[in-house]
């Protein structure tokens, strides 16, 4: 398998928090529907894997045609298996012809992809900037969230019992943080946190 793997998250050390597979994949404008339906099989066989929890996709935007595609795995042993089974080989060598450079792939514990540099340039940020962009992000999760699920509870008495509604919230807002907003926000402000 063609590709760059590199570890800066130190996973080897942190198997237990799960393990983040980022891939990155350029793809010419002309192969893009190729591309996204090979996307789409390569996500259903990677879901049958044991250990695994999602996937988030950023696609490109603007002029810039990279994929970025995050796999989620309850520990780095699974996500290993994963990248190295032979149905992800075969997959690759699909589409191997239409990506204009090698698959760059890292491996990352915890959160510890949110704050991954773009760029080998790139600083690692600061622990206070890594602090404040996470607290903004679940800030407000923690106050509407709650709100939208009350709703819910009135119908479902049951779901607002205590622990109960705790976990279905607190569940809501980690997915919420993990695959919709933190890697939008990370990517938004980018140029001061890697700075």
């Keep these: 398998m063609n590709q760059s793997n590199d570890n800066n998250g130190d996973s080897s050390s942190h198997g237990n928090q799960g393990a983040s597979i980022i891939i990155r994949h350029q793809v010419s404008p002309d192969d893009r529907n190729r591309y996204e339906t090979w996307l789409r099989q390569i996500i259903t066989t990677a879901a049958r894997f044991p250990g695994?929890?999602?996937?988030?996709?950023?696609?490109?935007?603007?002029?810039?045609?990279?994929?970025?595609?995050?796999?989620?795995?309850s520990s780095q042993e699974q996500a290993q298996?994963?990248?190295?089974?032979?149905?992800r080989r075969e997959l690759i060598a699909?589409?191997?012809?239409?990506?204009a450079q090698t698959e760059h792939i890292e491996i990352h514990s915890g959160i510890d992809?949110?704050?991954?540099?773009?760029?080998a340039q790139s600083k690692q940020p600061t622990r206070w900037?890594?602090?404040l962009v996470t607290t903004s992000v679940i800030w407000p999760l923690t106050m509407l969230v709650p709100l939208a699920f009350q709703p819910l509870f009135?119908?479902?008495?049951?779901?607002?019992?205590?622990?109960?509604?705790?976990?279905?919230?607190?569940?809501?807002?980690?997915?919420?943080?993990?695959?919709?907003?933190?890697p939008r926000v990370v990517r938004l402000v980018a140029g001061w946190l890697f700075r």
Excluded: C
């Design 52 to 73: 695994h929890q999602g996937v988030h996709i950023l696609r490109p935007v603007g002029t810039d045609q990279t994929f970025e595609i995050a796999v989620r795995f």
């Design 81 to 87: 298996n994963w990248l190295d089974s032979d149905q």
């Design 94 to 99: 699909d589409i191997r012809p239409i990506l």
């Design 113 to 119: 992809f949110w704050f991954t540099p773009p760029t």
């Design 129 to 131: 900037k890594q602090w």
């Design 154 to 182: 009135r119908q479902v008495p049951v779901l607002s019992a205590w622990g109960i509604s705790h976990g279905l919230i607190a569940a809501t807002i980690v997915g919420l943080v993990v695959y919709v907003i933190m």
